[in-house]
C-alpha cells in the first residue's frame, strides 16, 4: 500500500512536524516535534513535482475506499435495474476494463512502496554502518584511556605521590 499523504498537491512537505503528545486525562502539553525520515521526505517531494503520481495516489485512495464500493452499487442497480434489461455482455466488458486498470494502479502503487522500503533500508543501513563504526572508535578510545588510567594509577602509584 501507498502512504497517505496529507499535503497532496501541496507546495511540499515539512521535514518536522509537531504532534500532539501528553497524558490522555486531557491536560495540555507541549507538542513533540517529529522528524521524518529523509526516504519518506524524498518520496513526499516526488509526489509534489509529478502530476502522475498525484493522479495514481488519488485512484488508489478512491478506488480502496467505501465510497467506491458505494457509488459502484448505486451505479450498477440504476443500470441493471433502469438502463438495460440484459446489462451482462456490457457490464462483463466494463468491469473486466475497469479490473485491468485498477490492478495497475495498485501495482505502481506497489512498486513505488517497494522502492520507497528499498530507500530506506539503504538509507538505515548505511546510517547504521556509520553509527558501528563511531561506536567502535569510541570503544577503542576508552579502552587506550582506561589502559593509560591503569598503567598510571594502579601500577605506579609510588610516582603519583613524589
Not at 516535534?33 to 509534489?48: I, S, T
Not at 513505488?112 to 553509527?131: I, P, S, W
Request: with cysteine.
Amino acid at each position: 500500500m501507498v502512504p497517505a499523504n496529507p499535503s497532496r498537491g501541496g507546495s511540499g512537505a515539512s521535514p518536522v512536524k509537531p504532534q500532539p503528545s501528553g497524558p490522555c486525562d486531557g491536560r495540555h502539553t507541549a507538542p513533540r516535534v517529529v522528524q521524518h525520515h529523509p526516504a519518506v521526505l524524498e518520496q513526499q517531494q516526488q509526489r509534489v513535482h509529478s502530476f502522475e503520481l498525484r493522479l495514481a495516489d488519488g485512484i488508489t485512495a478512491f478506488a480502496g475506499s467505501m465510497k467506491f464500493v458505494y457509488l459502484h452499487v448505486v451505479v450498477f442497480a440504476v443500470w441493471m435495474l433502469f438502463i438495460e434489461r440484459r446489462p451482462w455482455a456490457t457490464l462483463t466488458l466494463i468491469v473486466s476494463l475497469e479490473a485491468i486498470f485498477l490492478s495497475t494502479f495498485v501495482m505502481i502503487g506497489q512498486n513505488r512502496q517497494a522502492a520507497f522500503q528499498q530507500a530506506k533500508a539503504d538509507h538505515d543501513f548505511t546510517e547504521q554502518e556509520l553509527e558501528l563504526k563511531t561506536n567502535t572508535q569510541l570503544t577503542r578510545e576508552i579502552h587506550i584511556l582506561t589502559a593509560e588510567l591503569h598503567k598510571r594509577f594502579l601500577e605506579n602509584p609510588a610516582q603519583q605521590q613524589s
